[in-house]
């Protein structure tokens, strides 16, 4: 069977009975990739088992890397240093590829080399049941920096990267908890395109309780605004870029901010609205001509 240079990185915590389909979804490629790399970000379950009776009695080939947990950011991290290939391809542990997804993928990145990172269009199950996207989900190709702005704009299992890009942007924001795909996404969109191949080659589980997006779905705007912030202390935007996020940031402060005062949280509230008129000024002013 035909390989491609690719290293799968999965992180993964607490889901040994969600992981073998995701590897399962690997050996099924019509073409392999070089190593899987799976990340045990501590998990507490029967995950240390299960991998080892992988990579012993079934003989898988398997760089498995066993870490206290660190959350998914640490976990990706880490596997992103072992991994050998020039390409990464991310899979969540609990998500699952079509067959012709590292196929396809790698074909158009390989036929489209100035791209540095793609990604794919995905099907969406909530407790096993098929979930329509609305328009705002909907990936897209080139210049996604505006839409990314908006909300998580890429799949974290439908992405391809040339390892090079870290070097320019940086690895995934160990301090987040929750949103680290947002932060890396908006570092990514300011300064390159993305490749979007158009088709649902990855299947995304959601609606459970155990996953990041539920645990920390009532302070999700704080991550973000957090991400925000950093972004236009950055300096690494142009004037448009920082227009937009600027723009992005208000409106998520005033969501988030108000929200906090309406439910008797003063203190946190009010220190980000205040946020507003402490950066309004630089941002209008980097835009004057």
Known sequence: MKSCPVSVVIPTFNRCALLPRAIDSIHRQTVQCE???IVDDGSTDATRDYLAFLAIEKKRKLKIIQQENGGPAAARNRGISEAKCDYIAFLDSDDHWHKRKLEFQYGLMRDNNDFLISHTKE?????????????????????IFQHSLLLCAVGMSTVMVKKE????????????????????????????????LDKPLTTKEGGREDQVSCIYRMGMDRFRIDSLKKLL????????????????????????????????????????????????PSVLGSTLP
């Open 233 to 280: 202390d950055s300096g690494t935007l142009n004037n448009e870029q920082q227009t937009l996020a600027f723009e992005e940031f208000v409106k998520k402060i005033h969501v988030f901010g108000n929200g906090c005062l309406k439910h008797g949280n003063t203190t946190i509230g009010n220190s980000y609205l205040d946020l507003i008129s402490e950066y309004r």
């Open 165 to 196: 890009l870290f070097l320019s942007v940086g690895y995934f924001d160990e301090s987040m908890r929750c949103c680290e795909d947002y932060d890396f996404w908006l570092r990514v969109s300011c300064k390159f395109p993305f490749l979007l």
């Open 35 to 37: 190593e899987i790399v």
């Open 123 to 143: 099907k969406w199950l909530r407790r096993g049941v098929h979930l329509n996207q609305k328009k705002k989900h909907i990936p897209k190709h080139g210049d």
